[in-house]
């Protein structure tokens, strides 16, 4: 828990009325300063402690949850990943290749989405059957 120090000052208005005698009575307008000095306690809380509702794929209920879950969709890493599953993603970083993992036969297996060539200023999207 973090500890803030302030210090915020009021000012306002306030009509001041003097009776010097029975018809002798001075009413002036002066503004009065009120300073109030502040210690608020601030908690830290992470990226766990903010709730997020479950959306399509993704069954997290925090942003933290939610980040690793999605931070486990995509190897990045020159051999094929050994735990993964059907829409996963995978940048095969030997061959510069952009892949999902995908069914095909009853077998879920990683095929090129993208491939990237020479300098890796074009990309082949390839064809889709």
């Known amino acids: 828990m973090k500890l803030s120090n302030t210090t915020c000052t009021i000012s306002e208005n306030v009509i001041q009325i003097t009776e010097n005698s029975e018809y002798d009575i001075v009413v ?7 300073e109030l000095h502040l210690d608020i306690k601030i908690a830290e809380v992470g990226a766990g402690s ?5 959306h399509n794929h993704m069954t997290s209920t925090d ?5 690793e879950e ?3 969709t995509l190897a990045k890493q020159d051999t094929t ?9 995978w940048y095969d970083t030997d061959d510069n290749e952009l892949k ?3 069914e095909i036969a009853g077998d879920v297996q990683f095929r090129p989405l993208l491939s990237a ?3 890796m200023d074009n990309l082949d999207g390839g064809g889709f059957v």
């Open 28 to 34: 002036n307008e002066v503004q009065e300063d009120t």
């Open 50 to 54: 903010y709730v997020v509702d479950p």
């Open 63 to 67: 942003v933290q949850a939610a980040i």
């Open 70 to 72: 999605l931070d486990a």
């Open 81 to 89: 990943p050994t735990s993964y599953e059907q829409g996963d993603l």
């Open 100 to 102: 999902v993992a995908r």
């Open 117 to 119: 060539t020479g300098t």
